[in-house]
């Protein structure tokens, strides 16, 4: 089974930055892609960024420019920095991954959330 903890979430003003980290732990052989999804109450869950194996990176067209997704194998970690953060940018934002662990089984995780709260 594969985990994923994220940190870094928090209070910041409107025009701030705030950096969330994505730990990874489990019987992982490889990562197909992971990335980070928002949703904000009362709305659905939405694609924020993804980063594949391939270091090909995706973005929503609210965050282009603004926020930058990264990760460190070794760690295991992705990261997500976010720059010029909007009030609209607040939200639960929730850390997935899929790829193939060491069984050579399928997986696909979510972790809990860490709320991000932007003040105007």
């Known amino acids: 089974q594969v985990h994923l903890v994220e940190s870094g979430g928090g209070l910041v003003q409107a025009g701030g930055s705030l950096r969330l980290s994505c730990a990874a732990s489990?019987?992982?052989?490889?990562?197909?892609?992971m990335g980070w999804y928002r949703q904000a109450p009362g709305k659905q869950r939405d694609l924020v960024a993804t980063?594949?194996?391939?270091?090909?990176?995706n973005y929503a067209d609210s965050v282009k420019g603004r926020f930058t997704i990264s990760r460190d194998n070794v760690k295991n970690t992705i990261y997500l920095q976010m720059n010029s953060l909007k009030p609209e940018d607040a939200a639960v934002y929730y850390c997935y991954a899929e790829g193939r662990d060491v069984y050579n089984h399928d997986f696909a995780s979510w972790g809990q959330g860490t709320q991000v709260r932007v003040s105007s």
């Open positions: 489990g019987v992982i052989r490889r990562f197909n892609v």
């Open positions: 980063i594949t194996s391939a270091d090909s990176t």
